[in-house]
């Protein structure tokens, strides 16, 4: 009999499919109360920096130029970080930046909603940049847990390919890649109803959810994953 692949409890279908429920409410918060934008990628911004520029908006690009960097940022540093982190042996750096994310959303739901939209928009923009380089395979599944577009092309590859193939596994990746964009859809509508009810505060709702994430990965390496501190998860 095949043994079952070992993965690390951050590579865990659970810890990505909270995320991906995070990342949509995440984004009906920036959209619905923080100035009608989405945070959890830049393909939009970058696409409006052109545009500015070919306009010859130089105030307008400028100002995409912060969401950007910030983006840009949080790759470098959920790049950097992991190493020293390593070395101290205490936590995995996956659970410690959910932690910190835990820690900003917290915060956001503080700042008051006359505030300029940017504090909050370029904070959503730095921790989604980390989570999205941190977290990128799910039991040895390329996934993404902030943004869907890569979900919806690899629903309809391995659709077709299962149906062509008749292959169970590549309609079971169908189905999670599927399981992965209803979630995100599923946090969105928790975010709306939040946010209709609670404006700003609503981003407390994915402070929520980053906690039970956190606990989880918090058990994994003080307990059942103890003593495995510097294994590597897939993808990196």
Same mark, same amino acid.
């Given at each position: 009999?095949?043994?079952? *692949?070992?993965?690390?409890?951050?590579?865990?279908?659970? +810890?990505?499919?909270?995320?991906?429920?995070?990342?949509?409410?995440?984004?009906?918060?920036?959209?619905?109360?923080? $100035?009608? +934008?989405?945070?959890?990628?830049?393909?939009? &911004?970058? @696409?409006?920096?052109?545009?500015?520029?070919?306009?010859?908006?130089?105030?307008?690009?400028?100002?995409?130029?912060?969401?950007?960097?910030?983006? $840009?940022?949080?790759?470098?540093?959920?790049?950097?970080? *992991?190493?020293?982190?390593?070395?101290?042996?205490?936590?995995?750096?996956?659970?410690?930046?959910?932690?910190?994310?835990? @820690?900003?959303? @917290?915060?956001?739901?503080?700042?008051?909603?006359?505030?300029?939209?940017?504090?909050?928009?370029?904070? +959503?923009?730095?921790?989604?940049?980390?989570?999205? &380089?941190?977290?990128?395979?799910?039991?040895?599944?390329? %996934?993404?847990? /902030?943004?869907? /577009?890569?979900?919806?092309?690899?629903?309809?590859?391995?659709?077709?390919?299962?149906?062509?193939?008749?292959?169970?596994?590549?309609?079971?990746?169908?189905?999670?890649?599927? %399981?992965?964009?209803?979630?995100?859809?599923? $946090?969105?509508?928790?975010?709306?109803? @939040?946010?209709?009810?609670?404006? $700003?505060?609503? +981003?407390?709702?994915?402070?929520?959810?980053?906690?039970?994430?956190?606990?989880?990965?918090?058990?994994?390496?003080?307990?059942?994953?103890?003593?495995?501190?510097?294994?590597?998860?897939?993808?990196?």
């Amino acid at each position: 009999m095949e043994k079952k *692949p070992d993965y690390l409890e951050c590579e865990s279908s659970r +810890v990505f499919r909270l995320l991906m429920l995070i990342s949509g409410l995440l984004g009906a918060f920036t959209y619905t109360v923080r $100035g009608n +934008v989405f945070c959890n990628a830049q393909t939009g &911004n970058i @696409l409006l920096l052109g545009l500015a520029l070919g306009d010859g908006e130089w105030g307008r690009a400028a100002y995409l130029l912060i969401p950007i960097t910030a983006y $840009g940022l949080g790759a470098v540093v959920s790049e950097f970080l *992991p190493v020293p982190v390593k070395k101290a042996g205490k936590l995995r750096w996956d659970t410690l930046l959910v932690g910190f994310e835990i @820690l900003v959303t @917290l915060l956001l739901g503080f700042v008051p909603d006359d505030a300029p939209y940017q504090i909050s928009q370029v904070a +959503v923009n730095f921790i989604c940049s980390m989570q999205y &380089n941190t977290f990128r395979q799910a039991e040895g599944i390329p %996934m993404a847990t /902030t943004f869907c /577009t890569n979900h919806l092309r690899q629903a309809g590859v391995f659709l077709v390919k299962g149906l062509k193939k008749k292959n169970r596994d590549y309609l079971l990746r169908f189905l999670r890649h599927s %399981m992965m964009i209803l979630l995100f859809v599923a $946090g969105a509508v928790i975010g709306v109803i @939040l946010c209709r009810y609670f404006q $700003g505060r609503a +981003v407390w709702g994915a402070s929520l959810l980053y906690v039970i994430v956190f606990l989880d990965l918090l058990y994994a390496d003080l307990k059942k994953e103890k003593g495995q501190l510097g294994r590597v998860p897939s993808g990196h």
